[in-house]
């Protein structure tokens, strides 16, 4: 039986092997060691979570903490990147791109094109996304959409510890900037992952599940959301394929076009926010192109345009549920 | 000590603050015929700081630049053919044409590119430094910003930076007392930008910018200690610019007679040309001839470019991902 591993120690394992294979790869950001400076222990933490832990012993001058200062070492990052470094940066929560967006899409994003093609900025940013854990509004969001909007970015949102594995290996190995997101609801989640390295593609999605009934896109953490639901729909004779996209740039249209050429039907689950989302995005596919297959309308399952609260009683009703998701299936396979 | 100027470097210095002014009157003539497309903000009358500057540095040093950065390039080795087609938005520019006047880079020669954001570079030449640390590279890292870029978050973050982590970084704050349209003595808190040094934990120091042979002391001195592991310096040269934030802008904020007095009584070239021939290291003969071979080099620049092809269809999505 193969080596179960958790998605935390994945990303760990992944950072670890690229830092052994190639000398330019660095890690920074706050408390990725943790007691610089310090009297006491150095390698303290290992990330505010302890996802980088141990990597600061083994990889030495390596493992670099800053300042909470995320434009300047954001932006470090990324002129390191422009030499020849592949640094691998970290914001904590997605959240805090709010104080350092300028240097990654104004420059990072565009430095290949502005620069007429001669200039690579193999960066990696990582950053934990998502809600469910009473972390309220300013460190619970799902920033993805934002991202995928901007040319240049690479944009990647792995739901399982093999995708996150072979995805994190891959960003460090990219030529262009990589925004990096992990849903924090799955960094306990065991799964198979081999010990050797491997590379998963960008653009390239997965389907989970196969079914003839109803297509379900879901991103990230609504992967499970979606696989939690399709084992009930499979109980009352609806045969979901479910679909992850594991890069929302690039996007693998032509995976999610042929499923709902098959199904007729699609269902979006999307944890963010619903105007100008994934969730409206690959409707909007859809709509334009595959029209003529589709037997039903196309639902979005989103959070709700408002702030993400506080309370657990609120937010258990923000995150979209599986039972919403057996819902909107049940709803299709009736319309007309 | 700032290595001593021979010959050749006096004469390259000027070479290289007569091309820039070529280059900016040039632009400064033709964007008033409204050939030029976008914004062009000319670096004229501030061409001390970026010669004396770049004197100091190798291709491998890294600088990174603002919007007003044709001087900066140009001192960093920068072809200024090149330039000339990018900014008349031509494909053989040095950008393809894809960057235009805000964006000129040339990581070939160490520059990571004038800069459209202010204060955007600070940042940017942190990593670069970085690099050459982890390295143990002998390479430094110039970040050009303006006093208006003096005032941004990002730059105080970036000078935070380079001290904590000990970087091979000189801060050159070029104060040329405008930020757009509002005067440095409205917008920067303390007398000098230098002031700030110490709150970072850095020397700093201001000097004449008008003044090549002061700008290539101090900075000189700044890129050795910084060569040698020393740290970051904040370097402020006090100058001005002879035309507005844009081409455009009628400037009605500055004085009367402003900048007609610094050009007749401070003007880097003349100051300059002054001071190498009374001394007789360099002929005035010798400084004519090299004001003609500049001023054929920037009228061939204008004629290349004006008959360069512009980019086509096909350009209009390549550079924009790797693939694979």
Same mark, same amino acid.
């Given at each position: ?9 994945a990303?760990?394992?992944a950072?670890?092997q690229?830092?052994?294979r ?20 150095q390698?303290?933490?290992g990330g505010? !979570?302890?996802?980088?832990?141990g ?7 390596r ?11 954001v932006?470090a990052?990324?002129?390191?990147a422009c ?9 904590m929560?997605?959240d805090? !791109? ?19 093609g ?13 809600a ?12 993805y ?6 040319p ?13 594995k072979?995805?994190?290996i891959?960003s460090?190995?990219?030529n ?6 992990e ?7 065991e799964g198979?992952v ?8 960008f ?17 990230g ?5 979606a696989q939690?639901a399709?084992a009930?729909l499979?109980?009352?004779?609806i ?8 890069t929302?740039?690039?996007l ?20 963010s926010?619903?105007r ?8 909007? !596919?859809?709509?334009e192109?595959a029209?003529s ?24 009703l ?6 919403h ?9 009736e319309f007309? | 000590?700032?290595?001593a100027?021979t010959?050749d ?7 290289t ?7 900016e ?5 033709d ?11 000319l ?18 040093d890294h600088?990174a630049?603002?919007?007003?950065g044709?001087g ?9 053919v090149g330039?000339m ?5 031509r494909?053989t ?9 805000m964006?000129i ?6 520059m990571?590119?004038?800069?459209g ?7 940017l ?8 640390k ?40 070029e104060?040329?007392g405008?930020?757009?349209?509002t ?8 007398d000098n930008i ?15 910018g008008?003044?090549?042979f002061?700008?290539?002391e101090?900075a ?19 100058l001005?610019?002879y ?7 009628q ?12 050009r ?20 005035q ?12 080099l920037?009228?061939?620049s204008?004629?290349?470019a004006?008959s ?7 350009d209009?999505?390549?550079?924009v991902?790797?693939?694979?």
């Open positions: 039986m193969a080596r179960k591993i958790t998605y935390q120690q990303i760990n394992e950072l670890d690229e830092m052994s190639d000398q330019n790869v660095i890690v920074m950001g706050e408390d990725v060691a943790g007691g610089a400076g310090s009297p006491g222990e390698d303290a933490w505010v !979570l302890g996802v980088t832990r990597l600061y012993h083994k990889h030495p001058g493992v670099i903490d800053t300042p909470i200062s995320e434009s300047g070492y932006g990052a990324i002129g390191a030499c020849g470094m592949r640094p691998v940066a970290e914001l929560f997605v805090f !791109l709010g104080v350092c967006f300028d240097q990654i899409f104004n420059q990072a994003a565009k430095f290949r094109y502005m620069f007429g001669k200039a690579e900025t193999p960066v990696v940013i990582r950053a934990m996304y998502g469910g854990f009473r972390a309220a509004a300013q460190h619970s969001q799902c920033l959409n934002i991202f995928t909007h901007i240049g970015l690479k944009v990647v949102v792995p739901s399982n510890p093999y995708d996150v072979g995805l994190l891959q460090i190995r990219d262009d900037p990589v925004i990096f997101l849903h924090k609801a799955l960094y306990t989640m198979e081999p010990e050797e390295s491997y590379a998963i593609p653009g390239e999605a997965a389907v989970v599940r196969e079914g003839h009934d109803v297509t379900i896109v879901a991103i953490r609504m992967v499970l959301k939690e399709a009930e499979q109980k009352q004779g045969h979901c394929e479910i679909i992850d996209p594991r929302t740039s690039p693998d249209t032509d995976t999610i076009l042929e499923s709902v050429e098959k199904t007729g039907r699609l269902i979006v689950v999307d944890e926010h619903p100008c989302s994934m969730a409206s995005d690959i409707a909007g !596919l859809a709509a192109r029209f297959s589709l037997k039903a309308p196309i639902r979005q399952i989103t959070g709700p345009h408002s702030p993400v609260p506080f309370s657990d009683a609120l937010e258990e923000y995150i979209p549920s599986a039972a998701i057996v819902a909107a299936a049940k709803s299709l396979k007309r | 000590m700032t290595k100027l010959r470097d006096l004469l390259k210095a000027y070479r603050m007569r091309t820039i002014r070529e280059f009157e040039r632009l400064h003539t964007f008033a015929t409204g050939e030029i497309p976008g914004f062009v903000h670096y004229a009358g501030e061409e001390a700081s970026a010669t004396g500057v770049c004197m100091n540095l190798t291709a491998e600088i630049s603002t919007h007003r044709h900066h390039c140009i001192a960093k080795g920068v072809d200024p330039m087609a990018e900014i008349w938005g494909k520019g040095t950008c393809k044409g894809k960057g235009g006047s964006h880079a040339d990581l070939s020669v160490g990571l590119g004038a800069n954001i202010v204060g955007g570079g600070g940042p030449v942190c990593g670069t430094a970085l690099a050459a982890l390295r143990g590279q002998p390479y430094v890292s110039v970040c050009f910003f303006g006093d208006g870029a003096s005032n941004q978050g990002t730059i105080f973050e970036a000078m935070n930076l380079a001290s904590v982590w000990n970087l091979p970084v000189i801060f050159l704050a104060n040329n405008y930020a757009e349209a005067s440095s003595k409205f917008s920067v808190a303390c230098a002031d700030r040094a110490s709150a970072f934990g850095m020397p700093g120091i201001t000097v004449d008008f003044d090549f002061a700008v290539y101090a000189g001195a700044a890129i050795e200690r910084a060569r040698k592991g020393g740290g970051p310096s904040l370097v402020e040269v006090k001005s610019r035309y507005g934030h844009f081409e455009g802008d400037q009605t904020y500055r004085a009367p007679g402003e900048v007609q007095n610094i007749d009584t401070k003007d880097c070239l003349l100051q300059f040309a002054r001071r190498v021939t009374a001394n007789g290291q360099i002929s003969a010798e400084l004519d001839a090299i004001d003609a071979e500049v001023k054929a920037i009228d061939g204008v004629a290349k004006k360069d092809p512009k980019p086509s269809e096909a209009l999505l390549t550079d991902y790797v693939s694979y």
